[in-house]
């Protein structure tokens, strides 16, 4: 992993704590890699009526979930470089793919939950998924890398 210079982390704002974020940056410590806070917001036509435009909706969602990310990483950030990326987009699967992509990420991090659709990650991901649960815990854990074929 000392060749991996980019991490992207998907953001979960629904989630009490950011396992992945905490996992990322403690790799990204060890091996000198570069992490992108990455999160996805996109509101419902119910939602976008309490706004005069969707234009206004969209930069009202997109500019509360960036001060989100910033809360996040901000104490992070003499640890690692952390860059924090946030997209209007109501697939969160491709976006994230796709800021990997971008990105050329070597790795995504990103909580797993049962609702969510882990095939469809594992079908779009351009690079290896690293996946945590709220359960995670730092001390003396060692990375764990699998594949599937």
């Known amino acids: 992993m000392a060749n991996c210079l980019k991490y992207l982390v998907v953001m979960d704002p629904d989630a009490p704590h950011q396992t992945a974020l905490n996992r990322a940056v403690a790799l990204a410590g060890r091996?000198?890699?570069?992490?992108?806070?990455?999160?996805?917001?996109?509101?419902?036509?119910?939602?976008?009526?309490?706004?005069?435009?969707?234009?206004?909706?969209?930069?009202?969602?997109?500019?509360?979930?960036?001060?989100?990310?910033?809360?996040?990483?901000?104490?992070?950030?003499?640890?690692?470089?952390?860059?924090?990326?946030?997209?209007?987009?109501?697939?969160?699967?491709?976006?994230?793919?796709?800021?990997?992509?971008?990105?050329?990420?070597?790795m995504m991090f990103l909580r797993h939950h049962d609702r969510q659709p882990l095939q469809h990650w594992l079908e779009h991901s351009p690079c290896p998924l690293y996946l945590t649960t709220d359960r995670d815990t730092l001390a003396g854990a060692h990375p764990v890398l699998a594949t599937i074929d």
């Open 31 to 106: 091996s000198g890699a570069n992490v992108v806070a990455f999160a996805c917001c996109y509101l419902s036509e119910q939602d976008m009526l309490h706004f005069n435009s969707r234009h206004e909706a969209k930069h009202d969602a997109r500019q509360r979930l960036e001060q989100w990310l910033y809360s996040q990483t901000g104490h992070l950030h003499g640890r690692v470089r952390i860059t924090c990326e946030s997209a209007w987009n109501g697939d969160h699967i491709a976006a994230a793919c796709y800021r990997a992509q971008h990105h050329d990420a070597c």
